[in-house]
């Protein structure tokens, strides 16, 4: 059965994750993993759950991209 599986997650203990529960409520996710952890940090407990429970045909849903992880490596071109 294909189902919608919400990720949410604040960087401070001061944030507040009302706006991603209702953004994900909105959009009738099964279940929503939460956490309070910075974006940088190595242990995601609450994200490696949600990977395990994501299932061939299931779609993962987060409110912005950056809270699935805080950077990304850029690649540098240089001039020809």
Same mark, same amino acid.
């Given at each position: 059965?294909?189902?919608?599986?919400?990720?949410?997650?604040?960087?401070? +203990? +001061?944030? /507040?994750?009302?706006?991603?529960?209702?953004?994900?409520?909105?959009?009738?996710? /099964?279940?929503?993993? +939460?956490?309070?952890?910075?974006?940088?940090?190595?242990?995601?407990?609450?994200?490696?759950?949600? =990977?395990?429970?994501?299932?061939?045909?299931?779609?993962?849903?987060?409110?912005?991209?950056?809270?699935?992880?805080?950077?990304?490596? =850029? +690649?540098?071109?240089?001039?020809?």
């Amino acid at each position: 059965m294909k189902q919608r599986i919400g990720c949410a997650r604040v960087s401070t +203990e +001061e944030q /507040h994750l009302d706006l991603q529960r209702d953004a994900l409520q909105q959009v009738d996710c /099964h279940v929503t993993y +939460e956490e309070a952890a910075s974006g940088k940090s190595g242990a995601r407990p609450e994200l490696d759950q949600c =990977r395990k429970a994501l299932r061939s045909g299931d779609t993962l849903v987060v409110w912005r991209l950056d809270r699935l992880g805080r950077s990304l490596i =850029r +690649e540098r071109t240089q001039p020809a």
